[in-house]
């Protein structure tokens, strides 16, 4: 027809606008009219308006081909008189940016584009990439394909992107109008998960359905483990849905199967349901365990809540929680409860049992500050725990500590405040200490004349006091401590453990400790002959208590009943003191050698102090009371076993004396052209230290103390001894049945006796031993020149690395290569490790009889015997008893994208081992499969 002559004649005069590598440039409106002028206007407006139908023809030429805009395109249609009709809005809907290395050929009787040669075509969100790309504009068609190079390899695959979705394929067809794709040979990441595919269509919702799929965590072009399906569903943002599959390890299948799956993939957090693990315990039966709902709260909090159940009957709820507001605060709480039946036939007992773990942490700075660490529940809840899974560190501990604090600071004061809540339980003594609450209130210390002129740098201006106010309430289920008279109105259940319970809380507070103590201390310093510095100081200590006891002996009973009196009762005491300090500094050079001078630092100190007594039942203290049916007496504290205690029992005026001692030598290093030196300790410190009491009626002179402490070898070896010397000389009275010794010790010095400074009564010796090589640095320039990177992974490369016919520096290329895409190959020979050895030696002897001696050895060590394997162990030996202590050994092996862990308890009541094969990625961190002894279960 006419008008398509026009067309052509309209296509020929600009198509040296054209461009092989992007976009056509807009024309000028004036060219375009100049250019017009050549053909008969008339007829092509007769033609248009007759055949209304071929203008979006025109319209898309004069567009899409010439770059005319909208606006221009009017103006044109007005200068040839025509009444353009109202331009339909066409299937593509924004410009298409094109371009090619090689040509671009244009199919216009076809209305065909192809592009050949590291082809790329932009349109809005969607981008394409490909050695060759056809384009129908007819049918709104694109189709990409790859070549093969002469020695056979895929060049150019096309790689589709559409917003953050990225597909790698072997073909792709996509229509522009419908958003639908044919894909052959894909891989994509969809939030953090890669789907491998031989067919895929893809629908305008962006789901994809996928034939002969492969889905993984893992980033390798051959990745370590999938999950292998013949159908799979992947719906963005939500979830993949997936067939009967199979899980694979490298390219062996497992058993591991189902007949369907659904992998949630939401990129953010959403509730749902957790799916149980299944699996065979060897005491409970079968179980399902960790199913539940997860409810994710809101932005600051979440919550999963799961169970446990056993075909023997027994049950587990599991309550988990995480929260944080960003610079204010962040915790979790975690809060288990189990009913455990018991595994012996026709017994129906069972036991409820319970743990708690809360962690809180601030994160802002300011005035206020509230945190806690609690760790605690029922002391059988380890022996009775149904978890399957192994938990090394509480099976082994059996001491557990929490506390809850909360402190606060007054700006612009001296003054804070901190409020605490603690609690201590040994699970093997079932002993339970709860303090609720503690309270500190403080004054830093003040110097009330520090800017007083005329005294500021004296001794008053140096003179300081400070304030501070403890106070708690303890509870314990302890055992009362018994005295060594007889209590005639002590109860049975003083002598015993009582269970921690609300049916005990009477019994609880009866042995409570509650009271308050204050404290204020004086001090002040000052230089003596310029280089002895003087402290004197002043300390005032003040209890309170609501309740205190009093004693009355029983002649009938013989013996002694305490009672407690319900009332206030407050007791003060006071000691006074000075102590003085100096140091002396000693040198001994040397003309020649290595070492160049030694040299010690000696700091003696002399302290004295006085108390009066207030133990003098006058001061209402102390209490003389009659204990035996011979008229003994004893004199008794009214605060026995408070919180705070007491004023002490009589009169002290006490010196002490101390004297610390610190060698090392400077000694030259081997770089004599520089000559620089370095110190080497040969004493940390060695220090001895003991007191005389000039008002005690015997035994004035206190226990020798006595340390030393040192490290060789640049800290590798480390070495501490430390010791106690009794002054007094032992008298052996007669060794009875069983070797039980009968002794005094007199009020007369070993010195005096020939017996030398006095008996070792108690010493320790401690070794220490840490070896691990030298750092060594990397050739970093070397692995640049194999080019060596183990993030690289290359999609192109052959299946097999060595191909043959090759030279030797090609095959090495290509070892790099293939060591490059799979890090996990390669074997480093330079081996992290660490080896801990820990000796300790005590000794204790009193007198005549036998010492007692205890040696133990501690070791503990890691070996990395490549970048991604490690192997830990850490146990004991009594040499005493000659048996070792809990012995553990673990192996971890990370294998890129999932971990291989084995821990194995050898011997002992403990013994067990646990292994466990888990994926790294978040996604699928339910996919794993764990064995622990004879107990087994899976997980998806």
Not at 293 to 320: A, C, H, P, R, W
Not at 510 to 538: C, E, Q, W
Request: proline content about 4%; overall charge neutral; some cysteine.
């Amino acid at each position: 027809m006419r008008i398509i002559k026009y067309v052509v004649i309209l296509i020929s005069l600009f198509s040296a606008r054209f461009s092989a590598f992007g976009q056509v440039s807009a024309i000028d409106t004036a060219q375009v009219l100049q250019q017009l002028e050549q053909i008969d206007v008339q007829s092509l407006r007769d033609s248009i308006v007759n055949h209304p139908e071929y203008y979006p023809l025109i319209a898309d030429s004069l567009q899409s081909i010439m770059g005319v805009d909208a606006t221009m395109l009017d103006s044109l249609m007005d200068t040839v008189a025509v009444a353009a009709p109202p331009r339909p809005k066409g299937d593509i809907e924004t410009t298409i940016d094109y371009q090619a290395r090689d040509s671009i050929y244009f199919d216009l009787q076809n209305q065909m584009m192809y592009l050949y040669g590291e082809s790329q075509i932009d349109y809005g969100d969607i981008s394409l990439s490909a050695d060759r790309i056809a384009l129908d504009w007819v049918t709104n068609n694109i189709q990409a394909n790859y070549t093969l190079d002469s020695a056979g390899k895929k060049i150019g695959k096309p790689v589709f992107k559409e917003k953050q979705d990225v597909y790698e394929t072997d073909d792709i067809k996509y229509n522009f109008k419908s958003k639908r794709a044919l894909i052959n040979g894909v891989i994509t990441e969809q939030d953090g998960a890669f789907m491998h595919g031989e067919k895929v269509k893809k629908n305008e919702k962006n789901e994809m359905f996928i034939r002969g799929a492969k889905y993984t965590t893992c980033d390798h072009a051959y990745p370590h483990y999938y999950i292998k399906s013949q159908k799979l569903k992947v719906i963005p943002n939500n979830k993949v849905v997936s067939g009967p599959f199979n899980l694979y390890f490298g390219e062996i299948p497992t058993p591991i199967g189902f007949p369907f799956g659904m992998f949630p993939q939401p990129k953010e957090k959403s509730s749902g349901i957790i799916f149980p693990s299944y699996g065979e315990d060897q005491n409970r039966g079968f179980f399902l365990r960790s199913g539940g709902y997860y409810f994710d709260i809101n932005e600051y909090m979440d919550l999963k809540l799961t169970g446990d159940i056993f075909t023997n009957g027994s049950y587990g709820l599991q309550s988990v929680s995480t929260y944080r507001k960003r610079y204010a605060f962040s915790g979790n709480f975690n809060l288990r409860y189990n009913k455990t039946n018991s595994t012996q036939f026709e017994d129906d007992s069972f036991s409820k049992d319970f743990w708690l773990n809360w962690s809180h942490s601030p994160e802002s700075i300011g005035t206020s500050r509230f945190s806690a660490s609690v760790s605690a529940g029922t002391s059988t809840y380890t022996a009775n725990a149904n978890n399957v899974g192994y938990d090394y560190q509480q099976s082994v501990n059996a001491q557990f500590n929490s506390n809850v604090s909360y402190s606060k600071t007054f700006s612009g004061t001296p003054f804070n405040l901190s409020l605490n809540a603690r609690h201590s339980q040994n699970i093997s003594t079932e002993v339970v200490n709860v303090t609720l609450p503690e309270l500190s209130f403080n004054m830093n210390r003040i110097y009330p004349f520090k800017n007083v002129s005329g005294v500021k740098d004296g001794v008053l201006g140096k003179l300081g006091f400070s304030y501070n106010l403890v106070a708690k309430n303890e509870l314990s289920n302890a055992a009362v401590a018994n005295p060594s008279f007889n209590v005639v109105n002590r109860s049975s259940m003083d002598d015993s453990l009582i269970g921690f319970s609300s049916d005990n809380l009477s019994q609880l507070f009866d042995r409570a400790k509650l009271g308050a103590r204050h404290s204020i201390p004086i001090a002040t310093s000052f230089n003596v002959l310029k280089y002895i510095t003087m402290s004197p100081s002043f300390n005032y200590t003040e209890v309170w208590y609501p309740k205190e006891l009093e004693y009355t002996y029983d002649p009938v009973l013989e013996g002694v009943r305490v009672d407690t009196l319900n009332q206030f009762s407050r007791a003060g005491w006071y000691s006074t003191g000075a102590s003085v300090s100096t140091r002396f500094y000693g040198m001994y050079n040397f003309s020649g050698g290595k070492v160049q001078a030694i040299r010690h630092v000696i700091t003696p100190s002399v302290g004295f102090s006085y108390s009066p007594d207030f133990g003098d039942p006058s001061r209402g203290n102390y209490q003389e009371v009659t204990v035996d049916a011979d008229d003994n007496t004893r004199i008794l504290s009214k605060y026995e076993g408070f919180a705070y205690g007491g004023p002490s029992l009589g009169e002290s005026a006490s010196l002490s004396f101390s004297m610390n001692h610190n060698i090392e030598m400077k000694v030259k290093t081997k770089n004599d052209s520089i000559s620089e030196y370095k110190k080497v300790k040969i004493f940390d410190n060695l220090s001895m230290s003991s007191g005389y009491n000039f008002l005690a009626d015997s035994f004035n002179l206190s226990n020798i103390n006595w340390n030393a402490r040192t490290s060789l070898f640049n800290s590798m070896v480390s070495f501490n001894m430390s010791g106690t010397v009794d002054p007094y000389v032992y008298v052996l009275d007669s060794i009875g049945a069983n070797d039980q010794v009968y002794q005094r010790r007199i009020n007369k010095l070993a010195w005096n006796s020939g017996e030398g400074i006095g008996r070792l009564t108690r010493g320790n010796v401690a070794i220490g031993l840490n070896l691990k090589p030298k750092g060594s640095k990397s050739d970093d320039s070397q692995n640049q020149g194999q080019g060596m990177n183990p993030n690289h992974i290359n999609n192109s490369d052959p299946d097999n690395p060595f191909l043959p016919g090759m030279e030797e520096n090609q095959v090495a290329g290509n070892v790099n290569q293939f060591i490059s895409r799979d890090p996990n190959m390669y074997v480093p020979f330079d081996v992290p490790w660490a080896l801990n050895i820990n000796y300790s030696f005590n000794y204790t002897k009193n007198g005549y009889a036998d010492p007692v001696i205890t040696q133990t050895l501690n070791f503990s060590g890691n070996l990395s015997i490549t970048d991604k394997t490690r192997i830990g162990f850490n146990s004991g030996y009594d040499i005493k008893q000659k048996e070792f202590t809990v012995t553990r050994l673990n192996v971890g092996r990370d294998l890129h994208c999932w971990t291989l862990n084995f821990n194995w308890v050898p011997f002992g009541p403990r013994q067990s081992y646990f292994v466990e094969i888990r994926v790294n990625s978040q996604l699928l961190k339910d996919l794993k499969l764990d064995k622990k002894s004879r107990s087994t279960y899976t997980s998806f």
